[in-house]
């Protein structure tokens, strides 16, 4: 890992700023530790980062919220750190589009590993493999909005989409008529290492296709590749 890498730790609680803090800085990374999402937008205003740690419970806006607007405006990857046992933080963190997460209390040096983890993940992945940057991508008569994050029908009906359904139909928005395996697009949707057994990336293309209109028998926008992954077969033309 890059001895440059600043890491910003956003978390309300002193004595874990103070620890990842100290910590991270005898490990080789920079750090800047905040206690709220105010203090977090400003720092990340005046600086660089290549990661933020973000904890769920905060004062003011929570992680999750905070998560889900810095998704909407930057790639930046986040760690979520969550209450032991709460599951439904750490999943609806994935949908927000956390990278990754870990549940209080942990030891910094797990921590630290899934930070070099998920640097390497996004360092690795060739140039075409990253999101579009245009504001609104049109396809087959759909438009996606990847500001305020929804879709607009041919018909000019306007959905709003989960967590999940955003970043698939980007990815696949921002690669047409590439094919996508499955670590693929688990690796750029959901930020961890494929499960060989797990089938959720085909129950969300389902979804996908079935928030598109698109025929699950015979689909003619995210069509199946058997034995390689799933393609986006239309034009993609981005907006500013």
């Known amino acids: 890992m890059d001895t440059c890498d600043h890491i ?7 004595e874990i700023r103070t ?30 980062f ?8 905060l004062p003011g806006d929570d992680g999750l919220t905070l998560c889900r607007e810095l998704r909407a405006k930057s790639e930046l990857p986040v760690i979520m750190l969550t209450a032991r046992g709460d599951e439904t933080d750490r999943i609806v963190g994935l949908e927000m589009g956390a990278d990754d997460y870990l549940p209080k209390p942990f030891n910094p040096r797990e921590l630290l590993a899934r ?32 500001v305020h994050r929804h879709l607009v029908s041919p ?3 306007v959905a709003s989409l989960s967590g999940a ?14 094919v996508l395996n499955r670590d693929q697009l688990v690796d750029l949707t959901q ?30 926008l995210i069509k199946t590749v058997r034995g390689e992954g799933y393609v986006l077969a239309v034009p993609v033309t981005g907006q500013a």
């Open 115 to 146: 930070i070099k983890v998920v640097l390497k993940r996004v360092r690795s992945l060739p140039p075409n493999l990253r999101p579009d940057d245009s504001r609104r991508l049109a396809f087959a008569g759909w438009t996606l909005d990847t």
């Open 191 to 220: 930020g961890r290492e494929a499960d060989p057994l797990d089938r959720s990336i085909d129950v969300q293309v389902s979804r996908l296709r079935h928030r598109l209109g698109d025929d699950p028998k015979d689909p003619s």
């Open 155 to 157: 018909a000019g009906v």
């Open 19 to 48: 620890l990842l803090g100290s910590y991270f800085e005898r490990n080789g990374l920079r750090s800047t530790a905040v206690g709220d999402g105010r203090a977090m937008w400003r720092a990340l205003d005046g600086g660089h």
């Open 165 to 178: 359904e955003f970043r698939l139909l980007r990815i696949f928005l921002a690669h047409p008529n590439r």
């Open 50 to 57: 290549d990661l933020v740690v973000l904890d769920v419970m």
């Open 8 to 14: 910003l730790i956003v978390d309300d609680d002193v």
